[in-house]
């Protein structure tokens, strides 16, 4: 008999666990790893899993005149607001305050995963997470992460492709 993980054994937020089964992905539950430490950050999450800074994916909320919108980046890079609000065609883009975050996704800044979010917002994908094999984004806590293929994460995000990364001068 084998049995399928649920939410508690893998560390996953309930709500990310139950958009996992949802999808069919519940291989995907087996592989979300938990870290005492907590990986709030990009940096903590490489060092945490062992990989490079840029195979992290941030899930990043901002309020598009108002609006949210989750704009996925990779873990090396910042985004670049003013290519966002050209790209989402809004007047003003900001970063998203907490209590946003939270009510638009269900969880905590440290924690947004690419998907499972309370409600629908629009989604943007960096074309630099398509560099990787695989990347690694937060399973609905600051203590665990789950990996996944980039085109496959994308996908299940609902993402569209955009340049919205910021470039070093």
């Given at each position: ?141 600051p203590h665990t ?25």
């Amino acid at each position: 008999m084998t049995t399928t993980p649920d939410a508690e054994s893998s560390g996953a937020h309930p709500r990310f666990a139950e958009a996992l089964r949802r999808l069919g992905l519940t291989d995907v539950l087996a592989q979300v790893r938990r870290f005492p430490d907590g990986t709030r950050t990009a940096a903590e999450a490489a060092a945490a899993v062992g990989c490079e800074l840029s195979e992290i994916c941030k899930s990043l909320i901002f309020a598009a005149d108002g609006e949210p919108v989750l704009v996925l980046m990779d873990g090396a890079s910042r985004v670049d607001v003013e290519l966002l609000r050209q790209e989402l065609g809004a007047e003003r883009v900001t970063r998203a305050k907490a209590d946003v975050v939270r009510e638009a996704t269900g969880y905590a800044i440290g924690g947004v995963p690419p998907f499972g979010h309370r409600t629908t917002t629009r989604v943007l994908a960096d074309r630099s997470l398509l560099d990787h094999d695989l990347v690694w984004a937060a399973a609905g806590t600051p203590h665990t992460v789950f990996p996944m293929e980039p085109k496959a994460l994308i996908a299940h995000a609902g993402a569209t492709l955009a340049d919205v990364r910021e470039r070093s001068s």
